[in-house]
T-cell receptor
Framework: KNEVEQSPQNLTAQEGEFITINCSYSVGISALHWLQQHPGGGIVSLFMLSSGKKKHGRLIATINIQEKHSSLHITASHPRDSAVYIC????????????FGTGTRLQVTL | NAGVMQNPRHLVRRRGQEARLRCSPM?????VYWYRQLPEEGLKFMVY????????ESGMPKERFSAEFPKEGPSILRIQQVVRGDSAAYFCASSTTAQGNQPQHFGDGTRLSIL
C-alpha cells in the first residue's frame, strides 16, 4: 500500500462544477502539499498546510490530521484548471524529502 | 526570474552516453532535492543535497547515477551509460531549510529521452 493515496485517479467535469480531490496518507507528517502539473509542464506548488484550511482564489485545501486526510476543492471550475493535481507529504523532523501520490488527472470541458 | 532553473528542458541521448542535468536553486536556497517522474508514474525522491554535501541519497539507483551541489554553481545530476529505462522527467526543487514544513519550489524539469 502506498504511503500516499489519491482519489479519484481521473476526473472529468463540466465548466462551472465544484470539484473535490482526496488524499489519504499513512505516515506522520509535518506538512502536506498540493501541487499542480500541466501536461509536459513544470510543477507548481498550490498549497502547503499542516492544519485547518487554506484558500487561494477558487482553490481551497483542507486537512484533518487525526484522520490523515486532505481534500483539494476547486469552485467554479474552468477548462484552464485541467491538469494533474498531486498530493505530497513532508515527513516529521528534518531532511524533508517529499512522498507523492500518483496524481489526479482533471479534465474540465466546456 | 528568481525561480528554480533547470536546463536543459529536453535532452536526448543514445544508449551508453552520459546525461548531465543542471539545477540552479532559488536565490537564498541552499537545499536541493532531485525527483524523478517515470512515464505514467508518480514522482519519486532521488537525492537531497546541501552545498557541498549529500544528505540523503536513499532514492538514487546504486549504479550510474550521481549528484553534486558544489560551493559555486548549479547542482548536477549525472547519469552515466544511460539506458532506455532512464527516460523520464527529472525535477529539481529547492528550499531555504531542511524542515519538513517548509515549501519546496520546483523547476520546470528536464525531459530525458534515450534513443
Amino acid at each position: 500500500k502506498n504511503e500516499v493515496e489519491q482519489s479519484p485517479q481521473n476526473l472529468t467535469a463540466q465548466e462551472g462544477e465544484f470539484i473535490t480531490i482526496n488524499c489519504s496518507y499513512s505516515v506522520g507528517i509535518s506538512a502536506l502539499h498540493w501541487l499542480q502539473q500541466h501536461p509536459g509542464g513544470g510543477i507548481v506548488s498550490l498549497f502547503m498546510l499542516s492544519s485547518g484550511k487554506k484558500k487561494h482564489g477558487r482553490l481551497i485545501a483542507t486537512i484533518n490530521i487525526q484522520e490523515k486526510h486532505s481534500s483539494l476543492h476547486i469552485t467554479a471550475s474552468h477548462p484552464r484548471d485541467s491538469a494533474v493535481y498531486i498530493c505530497a507529504v513532508g515527513p516529521t523532523g528534518t531532511a524533508s524529502k517529499l512522498t507523492f501520490g500518483t496524481g489526479t488527472r482533471l479534465q474540465v470541458t466546456l | 526570474n528568481a525561480g528554480v532553473m533547470q536546463n536543459p528542458r529536453h535532452l536526448v541521448r543514445r544508449r551508453g552516453q552520459e546525461a548531465r542535468l543542471r539545477c540552479s536553486p532559488m536565490k537564498g536556497h541552499s537545499h536541493v532535492y532531485w525527483y524523478r517522474q517515470l512515464p505514467e508514474e508518480g514522482l519519486k525522491f532521488m537525492v537531497y543535497l546541501q552545498k557541498e554535501n549529500i544528505i540523503d541519497e536513499s532514492g538514487m539507483p546504486k549504479e550510474r547515477f550521481s549528484a553534486e551541489f558544489p560551493k559555486e554553481g548549479p547542482s548536477i545530476l549525472r547519469i552515466q551509460q544511460v539506458v532506455r529505462g532512464d527516460s523520464a522527467a527529472y525535477f529539481c526543487a529547492s528550499s531555504t531549510t531542511a524542515q519538513g514544513n517548509q515549501p519546496q519550489h520546483f523547476g520546470d524539469g528536464t525531459r530525458l529521452s534515450i534513443l
